[in-house]
């Protein structure tokens, strides 16, 4: 159990005393079994899962995309969301002005009954026709032979924000605008390296918002952060979400 004293400054802040935002990233489904992007055990099939999620790699080739794609949503479904995922959907419950950022595409913070939530990277479960732009919930059967294909004959792709893609401009503007009239930002399993998610804490900061990281290790944000809880988010989060009086002490 990690043990982190947690300042009088963030318990009255938790406390409902103006708008709060927790941007998550990887290290929030640690806990539940999926390889953060830049830790160990990230690799698929020996390649770099960066290498994977680019246009390019789409267009020399989509099958070996999709397969990498596939790989991710049978570990994401495969997997249960934890404590950190399950205190935030309660902090959402409690606290009046609250918003959930992810760059998580897995799901797990939905199925952990989360309500409002700002997508930054897109969704494992959600397909896209590369020449209609339309977006669907992902429907295929299991073992559909890969490239899917839309209607109209097209590729489908994962509606996911690929390296070198713009992120979807209204849900970076919801974030942006959540981030700079917050009061508080926490920052939660992020290695706070892929912008533009990384600049929204240093857009709250600038705006006056209190801010704080929550990781075990030390991350480009650290020196930014006005408090730094070192820990797992499944031990901080809930910690948190007791401070707020959005879950009994001890109930995690
Ligand atoms: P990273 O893999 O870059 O960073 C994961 C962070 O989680 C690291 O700082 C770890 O120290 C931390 N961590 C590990 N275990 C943790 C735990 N139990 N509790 C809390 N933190 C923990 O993942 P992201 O920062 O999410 O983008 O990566 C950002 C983006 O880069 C991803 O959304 C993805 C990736 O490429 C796209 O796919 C567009």
Same mark, same amino acid.
């Given at each position: 159990m990690?043990s982190?004293a &947690?300042? /009088? $400054?963030? =318990?009255?802040?938790?406390?409902?005393?103006?708008?709060?935002?927790?941007?998550?990233?990887?290290?929030?489904?640690?806990?539940?079994? %999926?390889?953060?992007?830049r830790?160990?055990?990230?690799?698929?099939r020996?390649? *770099?899962?960066? *290498?994977?999620a680019?246009?390019?790699?789409?267009?020399r080739?989509?099958? &070996?995309?999709?397969?990498f794609? /596939?790989? $991710? $949503?049978?570990?994401?479904?495969a997997?249960?969301?934890n404590?950190?995922?399950?205190?935030?959907?309660?902090?959402?419950?409690?606290?009046?002005?609250?918003?959930?950022?992810?760059?998580?595409? *897995?799901?797990?913070?939905?199925?952990?009954?989360?309500? #409002?939530?700002?997508?930054?990277?897109?969704? %494992?479960?959600?397909? !896209?026709?590369?020449?209609?732009?339309?977006?669907?919930?992902?429907?295929?059967?299991?073992l559909?032979?890969?490239?899917p !294909?839309c209607?109209?004959?097209?590729?489908?792709r994962?509606?996911?924000?690929?390296?070198? #893609?713009?992120?979807?401009? /209204?849900?970076?503007?919801?974030?942006? =605008?959540?981030? =700079?009239?917050?009061a508080?930002?926490?920052?939660a399993?992020?290695?706070?390296?892929?912008?533009?998610?990384?600049?929204?804490?240093?857009?709250?900061?600038?705006?006056?918002?209190?801010?704080?990281?929550?990781?075990?290790?030390a991350?480009?944000?650290?020196? &930014?952060?006005d #408090?730094?809880?070192?820990?797992?988010?499944?031990e901080?989060?809930?910690?948190?979400a007791?401070?707020?009086?959005?879950i !009994?002490?001890?109930?995690?």
């Open positions: 990690a982190v &947690l300042s /009088d $400054r963030l =318990r009255t802040l938790l406390r409902g005393n103006g708008p709060v935002v927790f941007l998550t990233g990887a290290g929030v489904s640690a806990e539940s079994g %999926l390889a953060t992007f830790g160990p055990g990230g690799l698929w020996g390649r *770099d899962p960066m *290498d994977l680019t246009p390019d790699a789409f267009a080739d989509p099958g &070996l995309v999709w397969e794609y /596939d790989w $991710r $949503r049978a570990q994401a479904a997997a249960a969301p404590a950190a995922h399950r205190a935030l959907a309660e902090l959402e419950r409690s606290i009046p002005e609250f918003l959930l950022v992810t760059q998580n595409v *897995d799901g797990l913070h939905e199925r952990a009954g989360s309500r #409002e939530i700002v997508r930054l990277h897109g969704t %494992l479960w959600r397909v !896209r026709c590369v020449r209609e732009g339309t977006e669907i919930e992902d429907l295929r059967p299991r559909a032979p890969l490239p !294909r209607v109209c004959g097209e590729l489908l994962p509606a996911v924000v690929w390296f070198g #893609e713009a992120l979807p401009e /209204d849900a970076f503007a919801a974030a942006a =605008r959540a981030a =700079r009239r917050s508080l930002l926490v920052v399993g992020t290695s706070s390296l892929v912008y533009p998610a990384a600049s929204l804490p240093a857009i709250a900061k600038s705006e006056g918002a209190y801010l704080v990281e929550v990781n075990p290790e991350t480009a944000l650290s020196p &930014l952060a #408090e730094v809880l070192r820990g797992p988010a499944g901080i989060v809930p910690l948190l007791e401070a707020a009086g959005a !009994r002490e001890g109930a995690r």
